[in-house]
């Protein structure tokens, strides 16, 4: 009979072997069906995106509006004086004559971190559809100048006058260097 016992003794062994061998097959296997279902997830975010053309677009569409920031931040640390020239030859060159205009004045309610607005008011005649391409142009620079006020009143056959109010956000945060630097070099 001990012969009987040790058969069924290493078959019952075998059996857990076996079981035991079963069962870490099927958590593997439930392991690595997991990682392709993981892939066919990210595929099918790859194509709702657009697949790599896709994500070209957007990458260069980031792009782009990284290059807009970076040009609206040089733009408000540009100087004032060329910022004035610039908007009196886009005037001059629609055709718009400046019969007088204020210089820059602070807006002191409006309150800004790192930056200051400040308003002109620019008194001229002209035709009106070149003074509403001189407001389109002015609105789309990168200094994001807008237009406050504007009042026009018929002068003659397709003129007008106008008086027209500009307010402008600057970067006060390059003058405050400016100025240090212009105080060390004086002093030392």
Same mark, same amino acid.
């Given at each position: 009979?001990?012969?009987?016992?040790?058969?069924?003794?290493?078959?019952?062994?075998?059996?857990?072997?076996?079981?035991?061998?079963?069962?870490?097959?099927?958590?593997? &296997? +439930? !392991?690595?069906?997991?990682?392709?279902? #993981?892939?066919?997830? @990210? *595929?099918?975010?790859?194509?709702?995106?657009?697949? =790599?053309? &896709? +994500? !070209?677009?957007?990458?260069?569409?980031? #792009?782009?509006?990284? @290059? *807009?920031?970076?040009?609206?931040?040089?733009?408000? =640390?540009?100087?004032? !004086?060329?910022?004035?020239?610039?908007?009196?030859?886009?005037? @001059?060159?629609?055709?718009?004559?400046?019969?007088?205009?204020?210089?820059?004045?602070?807006?002191?309610?409006?309150?800004?971190?790192?930056?200051? @607005?400040?308003?002109?008011?620019?008194?001229?005649?002209?035709?009106?559809?070149?003074?509403?391409?001189?407001?389109?142009?002015?609105?789309?620079?990168?200094?994001?100048?807008?237009?406050?006020?504007?009042?026009?009143?018929?002068?003659?056959?397709?003129?007008?006058?106008?008086?027209?109010?500009?307010?402008?956000?600057?970067?006060?945060?390059?003058?405050?260097?400016?100025?240090?630097?212009?105080?060390?070099?004086?002093?030392?």
């Amino acid at each position: 009979m001990s012969a009987a016992w040790r058969y069924t003794a290493m078959i019952l062994t075998g059996a857990v072997l076996l079981l035991g061998g079963g069962i870490y097959t099927l958590r593997s &296997g +439930l !392991a690595v069906s997991r990682g392709p279902r #993981a892939a066919q997830e @990210a *595929r099918k975010i790859l194509h709702d995106l657009g697949g =790599g053309p &896709g +994500l !070209a677009a957007r990458k260069a569409r980031l #792009a782009r509006i990284l @290059a *807009r920031l970076r040009e609206e931040q040089a733009a408000r =640390g540009s100087d004032a !004086a060329a910022f004035s020239r610039r908007i009196e030859e886009t005037f @001059a060159g629609l055709g718009l004559e400046l019969t007088s205009s204020s210089e820059w004045q602070p807006v002191p309610k409006l309150k800004l971190d790192g930056a200051a @607005a400040f308003e002109r008011t620019l008194v001229g005649t002209g035709p009106f559809d070149r003074l509403l391409d001189a407001v389109a142009t002015l609105e789309s620079w990168p200094d994001q100048p807008r237009v406050r006020a504007l009042s026009v009143t018929r002068k003659g056959p397709g003129q007008v006058a106008f008086t027209l109010e500009i307010t402008a956000v600057r970067s006060i945060l390059k003058e405050k260097a400016k100025e240090k630097e212009g105080q060390k070099h004086a002093g030392g």
